[in-house]
């Protein structure tokens, strides 16, 4: 499992000029997930995504951490993060991780950061 995480004031995603997911102050997270992910991993991750202390208290220190600051998640599944870039087709890109799987695993890791009282939103992106 790869997570990308970026601390954003906001952040959207639009598909066809439509915007799917926006979110004020918080984590835009770009998540590939594997064939060898479970749920122990997609739990520990959204420990970790949780505890982050990477926004700034009022002395400008990074000292808080996502709860702190009453921040949003807009989680984007992303399975290209775990592409070999060896083989550059779509197919091996598939290949990666069966699609029920990454489905799972991404409303499991969603799931868990709900219930550290997260306001999130989720837009999954799929191959056609």
């Given at each position: ?7 954003v004031?906001?952040?959207?995603v639009?598909?066809d ?18 064939q ?8 520990k ?11 700034e208290d ?9 709860a ?5 998640i807009l ?30 695993c ?14 999130l939103k ?7």
């Amino acid at each position: 499992m790869r997570v990308v995480i970026q601390r954003v004031n906001h952040a959207q995603v639009a598909i066809d000029n439509e915007v799917v997911g926006k979110i004020k102050k918080g984590f835009l997270l770009l998540v590939g997930i594997g064939q060898d992910d479970n749920e122990e991993v997609v739990a520990k991750a959204a420990q970790k995504i949780a505890k982050m202390r990477i926004f700034e208290d009022e002395a400008g220190k990074t000292n808080l951490s996502l709860a702190d600051v009453n921040g949003e998640i807009l989680s984007v599944s992303q399975f290209t993060l775990l592409a070999d870039t060896k083989k550059v087709i779509v197919q091996a890109l598939l290949r990666q991780c069966a699609h029920q799987r990454l489905m799972n695993c991404g409303k499991s890791l969603i799931m868990n950061l709900k219930k550290l009282a997260f306001m999130l939103k989720l837009v999954i992106l799929e191959l056609i």
